[in-house]
């Protein structure tokens, strides 16, 4: 059995970085975050640890390309580093590594075609792991559609 309850504070350092260009018909947008997180609960086991589940990185980048006629391409990879389960740092979670994809295809008369991919190379990202008890994040999964714009 397990109780959570506040704590007193949780102090959180780091920086975050921001980046975007556009050259032509492509883009790239992208982002990272560092954070030196502990907690403060004088007489607790876990006072000066991190918070469960807080990575220390976490970065994204998205590579895009988009036609003035229509068409449009992009992808994107994210990534997490790896992360306390509990308060006392003894599970982990492992870091994730995933690619993202989109593309567009204007075939004319309003309609599109579209086809998005999330976790392209079917990572295993275990989301919640409480005594063997596993969570999983989203496999691979493919979308296909047409838009209508009248």
Do not use: M
């Not at 990272?32 to 990575?55: E, K, M, R």
């Not at 190379?121 to 691979?140: E, K, Y």
Request: charged share 15%; aromatic share 8%; net charge neutral.
């Amino acid at each position: 059995l397990r109780e959570r309850r506040n704590v007193n504070a949780i102090v959180a350092k780091g920086v975050e970085l921001t980046a975007s260009a556009r050259a032509g018909d492509f883009s790239f947008d992208g982002s990272y975050a560092y954070s030196h997180s502990t907690v403060h609960a004088p007489g607790q086991a876990f006072n000066g640890l991190t918070p469960l589940q807080s990575p220390r990185h976490a970065a994204s980048a998205t590579v895009a390309w988009s036609h003035h006629s229509g068409p449009s391409l992009a992808t994107t990879v994210h990534y997490v580093s790896s992360q306390y389960e509990d308060d006392l740092e003894i599970d982990r979670l492992r870091h994730a590594l995933t690619l993202d994809a989109v593309g567009n295809l204007p075939i004319g008369h309003g309609v599109t075609l579209s086809v998005r991919a999330e976790n392209l190379f079917d990572a295993r990202i275990v989301t919640r792991n409480v005594g063997g008890s596993l969570d999983l994040g989203t496999p691979r999964t493919l979308w296909f559609g047409v838009k209508y714009a009248h």
